[in-house]
């Protein structure tokens, strides 16, 4: 919907030219006043081409809102004026139409905003690419891991407040449908050296401070930190706080980003711990102390800060404090402690801090990147984001500078390649002549710092890695031998006498002309520094700590992994990264923003143009342009093209038919443009010179123009007349609507006066008829009366005649009721009297009768009391006599007596009845008579289980010898099958009789029987299962104490013999089938032709017996094994057999069948 609305175009509206290569005349000046131009109107960037150049604006500019992110979404790169989002969006859509790796490399000085684009460029990917919950986690990840790194790796410097202290790439990944997916992030260079020292006028990294002002008293308590920096010695106080920056916010945006990236609260912690600890490390302090042998020694000053990093980190102190004071050298198997003196116990103590806190950097990296990355093995497409620090000059440039330089030198060089190179493609793929340009290529440079036989970084090497004294000074010589010549080389010592009178080069010094300028380089710590060197002793101390993060940190510490290997220096590893990253980039494909300076006092609206010539001219951004002109200056798909001029052309305008490239071809033609200005490419057309191209946009203004006024007259014609006929169709329309209501006016009239009219003539119609229908009635009315009246008469003169009747007639029922009534009272009357006398006697019997019962029972209970009173006066006699003899015996015994009389008598009782309720000898007879006696329980008990051993004992004792075998045979079975076997049960009943088959009567086996001389303990006839198809044939299965016989059923012949040690094993089903496989050992001759697959039914039988003469015999136990699916070995192949639950369509006869080379089946119903 924007897209309609925004017509902010490259062209239009133009402040200076947007694109450089569009400038006229070009020239250095016409290209710096472009800029500034273009700056003072807060136009910060601008093209050259493809190339975005990037001036840093030092303030806030409203040109990064969402409404911009969505002006420039889906436009052509030229489309709209020059933007950051311009590129990143024409980045993100080539990743994700054209299937092709994308990078975008930053470049500019310190300060320039590289940092700042990188952000932009994410953020602006983070808005366009796809939505949705998962996307947008992965894309807060990605954003949210680069406050946790600038915490770590940016400081205030000079030029920069939030400078990166180390080089970044991060791959950013794509899915096909241009979803993020992760992301994996390099680091290069942590500059380490700021831990323990920084530059007047810059600070520590920024976590230093923001730990300090932004924790909790209880984190910094339990970090054992105080509030303040002063205390520390690695923490510069003049420039403690930075202008606008509020450390203590930022801390917790800091640790809010190191939850959304995914570090648990503990992870965080132990990274605080780490950062304490390096804090602390600066707070140690030596001094001086003599020993008798007169060596320096040093000394701890106060131990205290040493207790405490003891504490945070888990180290032990004794530990530590030696590592401070000695240090020990090892070389083949000897070792060799000396002591350090107070400057060597300070460099130890250094690069122990800066070791540290630069692995911890290192792995916080390495952690983001496992929480960032990609969680699918899909295909990935990758963005690179590159940015690294830029080129510096410093007054002190030392190895870090250097190293920097040597870097941007690289990326110069891929720039100049790369840029070639896709014009050159470009031109090629669009089938256009092309000239070869020549410009300054800093191969030359980048030979003279890498070149592995005589490069700076070899011959550091070379002197780190030479034995005896090796000084910063000896490296000098030594650079000053080998490059003496080189002519980006420059020293006062060196052969070449050119520099001998310099005074500006000092004599600890060398200077390289670089792309971007000459560069002087201090010697000194040119050769610690890339020893990178930290002593064993501390390293090793380190691995001790329990902490487990610092552990880790010093894997080198581990005495069980000495390496006495030197580990490479931090230039070597350095030009390995790089060289990796070079390689990186250049498959992809590349895309560049160039930052630029405008001052040195990071403030807004000021615009240094010496700075900005200068960055201009090493960047090579002229040449640039040149480049870039040397073919066309200005190219366009023909499509846009067509629809940006169509007008200036009669057949092109408004609309043209055919492909956009004939159009173009007409429109030029007809503009009579000369042939020369202009080629066509397959999909665009070339431009050569920028006036034609201006030449064209006046056209079109002025046609534009002309256009205006055209549709300004015809908008006025057609309004004019619309208006008129929107005149006249009111004015018809009002005449109607009048006619219409006066009509309807003049007929509602005539309407109410014809109504009125009507009623008055029904109103007199109706009253005649009322009065004639009136005087009817009335007359009616009249007859009705007179015929009334005289039937009243009659109708009164009748009931008078009743009435006279009937009081006649009640007379009479009267008195013949009275006389009725009189009667019945009489007799009334009488039945009364009657009735109460009759009553009277009744009450009198009874109560005759109640009065004699009560006497009599009063003489009844008389005589019971005296009866009952003489029988308790004899009792009592006969008591009192019983006592008076008896009373001396009892004094002494009578309890006793008494009690051990009746418990005998209860026992006696017992025993008698148990011998008449004894159950009957039969061991597996459960009667047993119940106790009487609760007492008695355990003797009850006891007795019964008496009774059951001797009756067991008498049961034995009838058994004869042959008997006892058979059944150790079923103990045997049944330890071995019962509840494992579902068969087993049946043949419990079954008694185990061994030789089924009676060889020795059968005349047909006479010769079978003579080849065994042996003990027969089976003969049997079994199913042996075939192996090719599981059908079964009948075989002889012979047992004897030692061997293990298969013999033909009908001649008798011995088909197998298998010597019983080579049975390794039987196994059957757990089910109630017979199939069971005898397994043979691997290697015996037996086993050759493979294991046997039988049937029986006896199984339980042969296998118990197997079982027992593999046991007497080989003194083996045999290994059965009870499952459903076994494996056996049928020649070279391994069979499974497998049981399952078959049909009962085959009655009850277990089915077997081969179902492939790998399964045979068995089926049990
Ligand atoms: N596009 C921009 N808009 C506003 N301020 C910017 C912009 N780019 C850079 N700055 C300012 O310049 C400062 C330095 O930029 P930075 O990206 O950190 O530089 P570099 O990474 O090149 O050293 C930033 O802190 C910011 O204040
Ligand atoms: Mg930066």
């Avoid at 880790?552 to 390496?563: T, Y």
């Avoid at 109560?847 to 029972?857: F, I, P, Q, S, T």
Wanted: proline share 3%; glycine share 4%.
């Amino acid at each position: 919907m924007a897209k309609t609305e925004v017509k902010t175009s490259l062209l239009d509206n133009m402040i200076g030219v947007g694109d450089m290569v569009l400038l006229e005349p070009l020239s250095e000046e016409t290209f710096i006043d472009n800029l500034k131009k273009r700056f003072d109107h807060s136009e910060i960037y601008t093209y050259i081409g493809s190339v975005l150049i990037s001036v840093n604006p030092y303030r806030p500019l409203p040109i990064y809102s969402p409404e911009k992110v969505e002006e420039y979404r889906n436009r052509n790169f030229y489309e709209l004026s020059p933007h950051i989002y311009a590129l990143s969006d024409e980045v993100y859509r080539s990743l994700r139409d054209q299937d092709k790796d994308q990078c975008i490399l930053i470049t500019g000085e310190s300060g320039a905003g590289k940092t700042e684009a990188s952000k932009l460029v994410m953020s602006y990917i983070a808005a366009v690419c796809g939505k949705g919950a998962e996307v947008n986690q992965v894309k807060e990840q990605l954003l949210q891991s680069n406050p946790v790194l600038e915490a770590f790796g940016n400081a205030k410097t000079v030029r920069n407040d939030n400078s990166s202290r180390f080089g970044k790439y991060m791959d950013i990944e794509f899915n096909f449908k241009g979803d993020p997916l992760g992301g994996v992030i390099s680091n290069y260079l942590l500059e380490k050296s700021r831990v323990v020292k920084q530059p007047r006028g810059e600070r520590n990294f920024h976590v230093f401070y923001q730990l300090l002002s932004g924790a909790s008293e209880e984190l910094l308590n339990k970090l054992k930190l105080k509030r303040d920096v002063s205390r520390y010695n690695y923490l510069s106080l003049d420039s403690a706080k930075v202008n606008g920056m509020d450390d203590a916010a930022n801390f917790r945006t800091v640790r809010n980003a190191m939850q959304i990236v995914g570090f648990p609260d503990h992870e965080a912690e132990s990274i605080l711990e780490v950062v304490a600890t390096v804090l602390k490390l600066g707070n140690i302090e030596f001094k001086p102390d003599s020993r008798v042998n007169g060596l320096d020694e040093s000394k701890i000053k106060d131990k205290n800060e040493l207790k405490e990093i003891c504490e945070l980190t888990g180290i032990d102190q004794p530990v530590l404090e030696r590592a401070f004071s000695f240090r020990t050298v090892e070389a083949k198997q000897e070792k060799v402690s000396t002591t350090l003196n107070v400057a060597q116990a300070y460099y130890a103590r250094d690069a122990l801090a800066k070791n540290l806190y630069s692995r911890l950097f290192s792995w916080l990296v390495n952690r983001i990147n496992e929480s960032i990355k990609a969680q699918t093995k899909v295909r990935k497409k990758v963005m690179g984001v590159l940015d690294i620090y830029g080129f510096e000059i410093f007054e002190d440039n030392s190895f870090e500078q250097f190293i920097i330089n040597y870097c941007n030198e690289k990326l110069q060089q891929i720039f100049i390649e790369l840029t070639l190179k896709e014009e050159q493609e470009e031109y090629i793929q669009e089938d256009i002549e092309w000239t070869h340009i020549n410009y300054f290529n800093n191969t030359i440079i980048c030979d003279l710092i890498e070149n592995n036989t005589n490069g700076i970084l070899a011959m550091l090497d070379e002197e780190c890695l030479r034995p005896g004294i090796v000084s910063d000074e000896t490296f000098l010589e030594k650079l000053n031998q080998v490059c003496a010549t080189h002519q980006h080389f420059e020293s006062r010592m060196s052969k070449c006498s050119r520099f001998l009178n310099d005074t500006s080069l000092p004599h600890s010094c060398f200077r390289i002309q670089h792309y971007a300028g000459k560069v002087l380089y201090q010697v000194e710590g040119f050769v610690d520094k890339n020893n990178d060197l930290l002593y064993r002793d501390l390293s090793q101390a380190m691995w001790k700590a329990s902490q487990a993060l610092i552990k880790s940190l010093f894997p080198e510490g581990n005495p069980a992994k000495i390496n006495l290997k030197r580990p490479p220096t931090a230039g070597s590893q350095f030009k390995a990264s790089v060289a990796t990253l070079m390689k990186n980039l250049q498959d992809k494909n590349p895309n560049y923003i160039r930052c630029i300076k405008p001052n040195d006092k990071k403030a807004a609206h000021i615009f240094n143009e010496t700075l900005v010539c200068h960055q201009v001219r090493y960047l090579g951004l002229l040449e640039n342009v040149r480049v870039r002109r040397a073919g066309y200056a200005f190219r366009q798909v023909y499509e846009p093209c067509l629809e940006r001029y169509k007008m200036l052309c009669k057949q092109t305008w408004p609309h043209w038919k055919g492909p956009a490239r004939s159009g173009v071809e007409a429109l030029f033609s007809e503009l009579e443009i000369p042939v020369e200005e202009y080629s066509f490419g397959k999909s665009k057309i070339f431009i050569r010179n920028p006036r034609t191209l201006f030449k064209l946009e006046d056209l079109r203004k002025q046609r534009v123009e002309d256009l205006a006024t055209l549709i300004q007259k015809i908008y006025r014609g057609w309004k004019c007349r619309t208006h008129f006929l929107l005149m006249r169709k009111s004015q018809i329309m009002i005449a109607a609507w009048y006619r219409r209501y006066a009509q309807q006016k003049w007929y509602q009239k005539t309407k109410s006066s014809a109504l009125v009219i009507q009623s008055y003539i029904r109103g007199w119609k109706a009253r005649q008829i009322l009065r004639e229908l009136k005087h009817q009635k009335r007359c009616e009315e009249a007859v009705t009366t007179i015929a009334a009246y005289w039937h009243g008469t009659q109708a009164r003169r009748e009931l008078s005649r009743l009435k006279e009747e009937a009081r006649k007639k009640h007379a009479i029922a009267v008195i013949w009721a009275y006389w009725l009534g009189s009667k019945a009272r009489r007799e009334l009357r009488r039945l009364k009297e009657e009735a109460r006398r009759k009553h009277a006697v009744a009450v009198i019997w009874a109560y005759w009768l109640g009065l004699k019962a009560r006497r009599e029972l009063r003489r009844l209970k008389e005589e019971a009391r005296r009866k009952h009173a003489v029988a308790v006066i004899w009792a009592y006699w006969l008591g009192l006599k019983v006592r008076r003899e008896y009373r001396k015996f009892f004094r002494s015994y009578a309890g006793k007596k008494i009690y051990e009389f009746i418990i005998q008598r209860i026992m006696q009782n017992y025993f008698l009845e148990m011998k008449n309720k004894m159950p009957s000898v039969s061991p597996i007879d459960k009667n047993w008579p119940s106790r009487p006696y609760l007492f008695l329980d355990s003797t009850h008990k006891e007795l019964k289980r008496i009774f059951h051993l001797w009756r067991c004992k008498k049961y034995r004792d009838q058994f004869t010898d042959q008997q006892k075998l058979i059944y150790e045979e079923k103990l045997e079975a049944s330890e071995l099958f019962k509840d494992k076997k579902a068969l087993y049960p049946s043949s419990v009943g079954q008694p185990f009789q061994g030789p089924y088959l009676e060889i020795n009567e059968n005349p047909k086996y006479k010769k079978l029987k003579d080849a065994i001389e042996e003990k027969i303990i089976i003969a049997e006839v079994v199913n042996k299962i075939n192996r090719a198809n599981g059908k079964s044939t009948s075989r002889i299965f012979l047992l004897t104490n030692n061997n293990l016989l298969l013999a033909d059923q009908k001649s008798g012949q011995i088909k197998s013999e298998v010597p019983l040690v080579d049975v390794t094993k039987v196994s059957m089903s757990s089910q109630n089938d017979g199939f069971f496989a005898i397994h043979l050992k691997e290697g015996s001759e037996a086993a050759s032709k493979g294991d046997f697959l039988f049937s029986s039914d006896h199984l339980i039988e042969m296998a118990t017996k197997l079982y027992r003469t593999t046991l007497s015999q080989t003194n083996q136990k045999l290994n059965i094994e009870i499952s459903d699916e076994f494996l056996v070995q049928f020649r070279k192949d391994k069979v499974c057999v497998k049981f399952i639950q078959g049909s009962q369509n085959n009655g009850s006869v277990p089915m077997c069948k081969r179902k492939n080379n790998r399964l045979l089946e068995v089926a049990v119903p």
